[in-house]
């Protein structure tokens, strides 16, 4: 493996970078990057591509210690540590110093001092202290924790629906979204039909929350079911699965809790300020986003989520727009359970949801219309670090409909025009008649963009 050295001298606002080789020879030139989140960004693309280039290569990475100045480059360098085979480390500034007057240069710059940081690194490599640690890292253990806990709770609920479809069917009416801790509570004592059904109420009634209308319905039902199995074995197996998934779900709020009580970061706070995001949502999607910095922009973000549209059209055939589920499954599940609770927490996505429901689009596709306005609203409030605020979201979309729609010329038709004389189909007709109607006012009445719904 090839050993790389990232130097960086920081100022106030930039810094400037260089990286070299074991050698000390320049294998990336010097560069300066402002102190911002577009200069994060672009840093975090230098290094990917740098790595790519060098799939054999390790990254060490540090800054001196400038009384503060150095705190946000070191911040990002170590978020950047869970992506890219890297290490940072903050150096002594005066032993950078003894070593860049070792060197005898007469000379002193930015680009200097950059080179320098990473020279000491090579020379003295028992002098610098990496941080190892990940900035997500002990999080990503629990939440890894977590959802296989949660992963284990959903596959015994669906062994225990298998056996109650032939031990107990009735019953099942009772946990067709979730199973409640009573339901569970009755299935350990009365696994099966046969025995639900020799049960005296007064005794089913001292279950909590199982009243004594609820506990002669129940008996009723039973007494009426049409089980197919009411063997010993069958008992046992309900009875066991039962008492591992109230085992679980015990162990799941344990360590639900434990997440946040550890956790303790800014990133996950703020999202928590937005309605439909809890704990365990806010930690999942940062642990899935890491540095904001790899995303330069909101699209980049959409496309590692899969919300992307993608349009596919060929000749006369009908085509459209549709999310193209192309990025990572597990943060697309995340931010779809964030939109389901949104859609009944939130005023301001359930109106979105409301609004283009009601002009004709399908309930699945207004759904994936607002992940996406979520997401976006989640990397507003990551950039600019700022709590939720609908209103944010509103006057963005009022800015929009005040602007002028721009005529995009088709590059396919920059040789020639459309031809109203061309033996089209019908079809293909009709869209160069709608495109030349189109054309032909450029503000927002055509029907290309509507206007923000008003909050009552």
Wanted: charged share 25%; net charge positive; with cysteine.
């Amino acid at each position: 493996m090839q050993n790389y050295y990232l130097g960086a001298d920081v100022s106030k606002g930039y810094a400037d970078f260089v990286i070299l080789d074991a050698h000390k020879q320049t294998v990336e030139p010097n560069f300066q990057l402002d102190d911002t989140f577009d200069g994060h960004c672009k840093l975090y693309e230098i290094l990917s591509r740098f790595l790519q280039e060098h799939p054999d290569g390790m990254l060490f990475a540090a800054v001196e210690s400038t009384g503060g100045y150095e705190n946000n480059w070191l911040h990002t360098l170590m978020r950047f540590q869970a992506t890219l085979n890297m290490k940072s480390a903050r150096l002594n500034p005066f032993g950078v110093n003894a070593n860049s007057k070792a060197s005898l240069r007469r000379v002193i710059t930015d680009k200097i001092s950059a080179r320098d940081v990473a020279e000491y690194m090579i020379s003295h490599p028992e002098k610098v202290s990496y941080q190892q640690e990940d900035y997500w890292g002990s999080l990503r253990k629990l939440w890894g924790f977590f959802n296989m806990l949660t992963k284990q709770k959903t596959q015994l609920f669906n062994q225990l629906e298998s056996l109650l479809y032939s031990a107990n069917p009735e019953i099942m009416a009772y946990c067709k979204k979730k199973s409640p801790l009573w339901l569970l509570e009755v299935l350990r004592r009365y696994p099966t039909a046969q025995k639900l059904s020799e049960a005296i109420p007064e005794s089913l009634a001292l279950i909590p929350h199982v009243s004594a209308v609820r506990a002669q319905e129940l008996i009723d039902k039973a007494k009426r079911s049409v089980a197919s199995r009411s063997d010993g074995i069958t008992e046992e197996l309900i009875v066991e699965t039962v008492e591992q998934i109230i085992h679980l779900k015990t162990v799941i709020q344990v360590q639900e809790k434990k997440m946040g009580d550890l956790c303790s970061l800014p990133e996950i706070a703020l999202l928590m300020t937005f309605k439909g995001i809890g704990i365990t949502s806010a930690i999942g999607l940062m642990i899935e986003i890491q540095a904001l910095e790899r995303f330069a922009s909101v699209k980049k973000l959409a496309s590692f989520f899969g919300l992307h549209p993608v349009f596919k059209i060929s000749g006369d055939n009908i085509g459209g727009y549709h999310m193209s589920k192309q990025g990572r499954k597990n943060p697309r599940r995340i931010l779809f359970m964030v939109t389901m609770a949104s859609l009944s927490n939130n005023p301001h996505i359930r109106g979105i949801y409301e609004e283009h429901t009601q002009k004709g689009m399908k309930g699945m596709a207004a759904v994936g219309l607002c992940m996406h306005k979520i997401l976006r609203i989640i990397y507003g409030m990551l950039k600019h670090n700022q709590p939720y605020d609908p209103e944010i979201d509103v006057n963005n979309r009022e800015k929009m409909v005040q602007k002028q729609i721009a005529i995009v010329k088709d590059k396919n038709r920059r040789y020639q025009s459309f031809d109203d004389k061309a033996p089209v189909s019908r079809r293909q007709y009709k869209k160069r008649t709608e495109r030349k109607v189109s054309h032909s006012d450029n503000f927002t009445n055509c029907g290309i963009i509507v206007s923000a719904p008003s909050r009552n």
